[in-house]
């Protein structure tokens, strides 16, 4: 039986060609596809006819939206990147949070979480050339610094915090456990301190300063909750207010009185020890 011929390999140039042959192919073929894609997201039945906005929308109007996130959107609902998108509701005053999803198949839902406000914030450090001090901004319930018109808060009573940058949250909880413990002198704490060092630092709404002093949490509240406890028999005895306390004594600690003057501390008129 004669032996089948055995064809004979292409030349190397030949070889080479084909196969630059067939990636210039592979190539058009990719180049027309994704023309085509693009055609086909911008054809019109493809836009977004509606945005349905859900959530926290109480402080943004259908035209605050429309003004603040919409000229910042771009592309179809197939071609629209969500993620831009997302940025975009969320660069919009008071909103902390947005999810777009795409609806089929012409709508986007847009779910918005606002900021909720627990808190003012004061940057602590003032700009050495100016003089001037920063600008308040705003803490969320997160612990979380936003920045906002400060006229559209409706909450009057809302503390302010003012610490080392990074802090924010740290001190609105301190500010929680702290306002719990003050509840029996029925006084809310307008202000709390932390200096770079560590030391705290509350004034009451009456005026009253408390300094508090350094040390861990478990410290800071031990102190404070020593001198809820006892400042009613100081006013009982004196029969005035307390205008400032100092509670970094290590046996007590040591109040200014109103129109009350003594000696027990030199140099400090109207001061008046308070032991444990």
């Known amino acids: 039986m004669p032996a089948a011929p055995i064809a004979n390999p292409l030349p190397p140039d030949v070889r080479l060609m084909n196969a630059v042959s ?43 939206l429309r003004a603040n996130a919409l000229p910042k959107l771009s592309g179809s609902f197939l071609s629209m990147n969500l993620q831009n998108g997302r940025h975009a509701f969320e660069a919009v005053p008071w909103v902390r949070r947005a999810t777009l999803q795409r609806v089929w198949p012409n709508r986007l839902r847009v779910k918005l979480e606002e900021h909720q406000p627990a808190a003012y914030w004061e940057a602590v450090g003032v700009n050495a050339q100016s003089g001037a001090s920063a600008e308040l901004l705003l803490v969320n319930s997160f612990g979380e610094l936003f920045q906002a018109n400060l006229g559209d808060v409706e909450d009057e009573k809302l503390p302010i915090l003012a610490g080392p940058n990074g802090k924010s949250a740290a001190l609105l909880q301190m500010w929680k456990r702290l306002q719990s413990l003050a509840e029996p002198l029925e006084e809310h704490i307008d202000r709390l301190d932390l200096s770079g060092r560590g030391s ?24 404070f909750g020593q001198f809820v406890r006892t400042r009613e028999q100081i006013t009982s005895r004196y029969k005035t207010q307390v205008l400032s306390a100092d509670l970094r004594h290590g046996d007590g600690y040591a109040v200014r009185l109103r129109g009350i003057s003594t000696t027990a501390t030199p140099g400090k008129p109207g001061l008046a020890g308070a032991r444990n």
């Open 22 to 64: 067939a990636l210039l192919l592979a190539g058009l073929l990719l180049l027309a596809a994704g023309l085509l894609l693009r055609w086909v997201t911008r054809l019109p039945a493809f836009a977004i006819r509606a945005i349905v906005v859900e959530g926290d929308v109480t402080r943004n109007s259908v035209a605050s």
């Open 200 to 223: 705290w630092r509350l004034t009451l709404e009456n005026g009253a300063v408390i300094e508090i002093g350094r040390g861990s949490d478990d410290e800071v509240l031990a102190r």
